[in-house]
């Protein structure tokens, strides 16, 4: 199935998917297998289903999580670990190795993970 917007399957591929079930359990098989088969739960065929009735345009409304998440960093030090990651010395190394060589200079800020989240966000 193609992707879609935020690297979700698009409405059409949902759309595709609800035929193609459609058809195999008119010809007697179980949804819960076709679902194996997509490599999708069967509970996501069955949202994709609900968005598409009445006047359903199958498109995914659903929001993210409001909750506010206390460890996550700054944008003060979000941009320290880019300034850091571009410095010469470090440009071509991965967090793994950035984290483990600032911590021997006493310098610590983040973890190897929250280095690559940042870089990913950025």
């Known amino acids: 199935m193609g992707r879609g917007r935020g690297g979700l399957t698009s409405a059409a591929d949902h759309r ?28 996501t065929l069955q949202r994709w289903r609900r968005q598409f009735t009445g006047d359903g345009d199958g498109v995914d409304r659903r929001k ?27 440009a071509l190394l991965p967090p793994a190795q950035i984290v483990p060589d600032l911590a021997d200079q006493g310098e610590f800020l983040a973890s190897g993970s929250s280095f690559y989240c940042g870089l990913h966000e950025h």
């Open 64 to 90: 993210g999580s409001t909750r506010h998440v206390a460890h996550r960093l700054s944008h003060q030090e979000l941009q320290w670990i880019l300034v850091v990651c571009n410095q010469p010395h470090y």
């Open 16 to 43: 595709r998917a609800l035929e193609i079930l459609d058809g195999a359990v008119a010809a007697g098989a179980t949804a819960l297998r076709l679902a194996e088969l997509l490599a999708i739960s069967l509970r």
